[in-house]
């Protein structure tokens, strides 16, 4: 052997830098690393709930923590300006790491950049969990000071009093935290007859002649024997304002339903209301809920994420909850409206025209959950997959591993005119062994195929393999003579990328929102 042939800046094994830029992920294979701007929206798409398969909760969250921190010390305007774009977007299936990430860039950098933080509360947090997640977080980095109790104390004071007394009402307490403790630390000052008696209500618990409707409402509701379905209609009480007998009846639901029941509440719900009758396979309430759940417009005004319509589809389609949660028998007409929910989630697509090589990294380490959320990252990457199969005229789909039992790449058999939870059950069904995101580009090569972007899904914990993916797209380039570009869809809060960042041809994405898709195509279009 000519032991100089062991060198080679065209070909080098995963387990060994390409790169000077490269660094070893947690898998022991190089690859680049994102900049922390890119982290940051990786970390607040993505969230660290769940661990990965080789790094803990504990180590990715510190981490992405740390991440964040820099941001605020050296770029605070990006931070503040990310987590607002990603909060108002609705870009994440969590709120939790927006608000973390909201509570540092509130308490580190200049007296000003706090103040500039401060100032997005209201656009960041829309309702009482949000406040209480918040006033948590923000704990963990500073304490009470006048710019932090000026910022609560406006988010209740400027806020209409209705809607502020519905969210008085609806989330009375969450994470510790009570509306009571945050107008005791606050301090809101007020003129309003009908805001100080709403005031007055959530500490000291008096009733006057001006505390809001809603909360007569409520109280009536609470008393025994109160007809709380005629309440929910007169005073437009939500589900959380109710007590827990009346949750068991099903004209109160029926009332609820009745007056309009919000799009995610609506979905969380779907289990209950089949159990109590609501949902039959023909009448009752069944055609009514399949139409709201499938509204483009609700889905949109209410900031569905995709991801959570994914979940509720295929934890309505089991017929059974979480944790032995309970039980119940689907609806067929719900399961297909959830189906049509999760594309129209995603809003009007439009294709880029080009030929698309969707591959999905299928290797163990994609079988773990996102964020703690009851779906892996295997699952999350076929069902994004499905959206571009139903919008691409010229789209396949391949699902890749490495090594072990043997290196396997083969078209997938997925379409978007399947069941949703038909696709997941498939795909989770897969073999799985090592992760080498070379191969899309390597098989492309050797079968010939004509493909202007490849799409690839994965954790970028890529180490088996004799080839870099971005030599392999290099080398697909040369041996078909198409500038072929390359889109890494992110699957984890990791910092690891497998796309060159000075090559223009190579795009990073974030997660699996509902921007994703004609972001894929503007891309490869060439915008």
């Not at 070893?24 to 990965?52: E, I, K, Q």
């Not at 509360?121 to 009482?128: A, I, K, S, W």
């Amino acid at each position: 052997m000519d032991i100089l042939r062991a060198f080679n800046l065209r070909r080098t094994p995963q387990s060994q830098p390409a790169d000077a830029r490269q660094q070893p992920n947690s898998a022991g294979g190089y690859t680049f690393v994102l900049d922390d701007a890119a982290r940051l929206r990786r970390f607040l798409t993505l969230g660290t709930d769940g661990a990965t398969y080789y790094t803990s909760a504990h180590e990715l969250t510190r981490q992405n923590a740390e991440c964040v921190v820099r941001m605020a010390e050296t770029d605070h305007a990006t931070l503040v300006r990310t987590l607002v774009d990603v909060s108002l977007r609705g870009a994440a299936p969590k709120v939790n790491p927006t608000l973390f990430a909201l509570a540092i860039a509130a308490s580190i950098g200049t007296d000003e950049e706090k103040r500039e933080a401060l100032a997005v509360l209201p656009q960041v947090v829309r309702t009482g969990t949000h406040l209480f997640l918040f006033a948590g977080y923000v704990e963990q980095f500073r304490g009470w000071g006048r710019g932090l109790r000026r910022a609560v104390a406006s988010w209740y004071a400027d806020r209409d009093v209705d809607a502020l007394a519905y969210q008085a009402v609806k989330y009375r307490q969450r994470e510790g935290w009570s509306h009571r403790d945050l107008l005791r630390l606050a301090h809101p000052v007020t003129t309003e007859d009908a805001r100080r008696a709403l005031f007055d209500w959530i500490v000291r618990g008096s009733v006057g002649d001006g505390t809001p409707r809603l909360i007569e409402g409520f109280l009536k509701a609470s008393e025994p024997d109160a007809d709380v379905a005629a309440l929910v209609g007169e005073y437009g009480l939500s589900w959380e304002m109710l007590p827990d007998a009346a949750l068991a009846e099903p004209g109160v639901w029926e009332a609820l339903l009745a007056k309009g029941m919000p799009q995610t509440a609506l979905m969380r719900q779907l289990p209950r209301l089949t159990n109590l009758g609501l949902l039959p396979p023909l009448g009752g309430w069944t055609s009514r809920v399949a139409e709201q759940l499938r509204d483009p417009e609700r889905l949109r005004k209410a900031r569905v994420h995709p991801v959570n319509v994914l979940i509720a589809q295929r934890t309505y389609a089991s017929g059974r909850g979480a944790r032995g949660s309970g039980t119940w028998t689907p609806t067929p007409a719900v399961v297909d409206a959830l189906d049509a929910a999760f594309f129209a989630a995603f809003g009007a697509v439009e294709p880029s025209g080009k030929r698309t090589f969707l591959g999905l990294d299928v290797s163990g380490s994609m079988t773990v959950p996102i964020s703690n959320l009851p779906i892996s990252a295997r699952e999350a990457s076929a069902a994004l997959a499905l959206v571009q199969l139903a919008t691409e005229p010229e789209a396949a789909a391949f699902g890749f591993t490495g090594g072990w039992p043997a290196t396997a790449i083969n078209p997938l058999s997925i379409s978007p005119r399947q069941r949703l939870d038909d696709v997941l059950s498939y795909v989770s069904g897969l073999a799985f062994g090592r992760t080498d995101c070379a191969l899309p580009m390597l098989y492309a090569r050797d079968k010939g195929l004509e493909v202007d972007t490849f799409v690839v899904y994965t954790d970028n914990e890529t180490w088996f393999g004799d080839v870099h993916p971005h030599q392999a797209l290099r080398e697909y380039r040369e041996a078909s003579g198409i500038d072929a570009k390359l889109v890494v869809v992110g699957m984890t809060a990791t910092n690891f990328s497998i796309a060159d960042p000075d090559d223009a041809g190579m795009l990073d994405v974030a997660g699996f929102d509902q921007a994703v898709p004609n972001l894929i195509a503007e891309f490869s279009r060439g915008l």
